[in-house]
């Protein structure tokens, strides 16, 4: 295992340990976005592809926006709206039309995910849907 790997692999036991899922409640203009890019695949980590980020993971959060006022974290991964597993459609489907609604996140990967953004060569492997 490399450094890096040992290094990755601490920051998940570490953030494992503490996380439980937070639920936000969105208010927002009709058709208005969150103002978030995220993951829209499984992008692997570590060269033995043992951690990988997960689909949903929040990116990137832009100033100002609804995000960013909700209290939304770089790194944390919506698991569920309005109480319902989700996928990328019916994200789309369910933030365009509702003005209240509620995104529980994993926050475990906070700690990861700021760790893997200090470094260019890691950041460039991950791909990024904007919203």
Partial sequence: M?????????????????????????????????????????????????????VFMIAKIKPGSIAQK????????ITELNGLPLTIDKYHEEIVKHTSFSLTLDESFCGLYQFLISDPTLSERITFHKN
């Fill in 70 to 77: 909700s209290g939304l974290k770089i790194g944390s991964v």
């Fill in 2 to 54: 490399s450094i890096l790997d040992s290094v990755i692999y601490q920051i998940i036991t570490e953030s494992i340990k503490t996380n439980v899922p937070n639920t936000f409640t969105i208010e927002k203009e009709k058709e208005a976005l969150l103002g978030i890019d995220f993951t829209t695949e499984t992008t692997p980590v570590t060269k033995d592809g043992r951690i990988s980020l997960p």
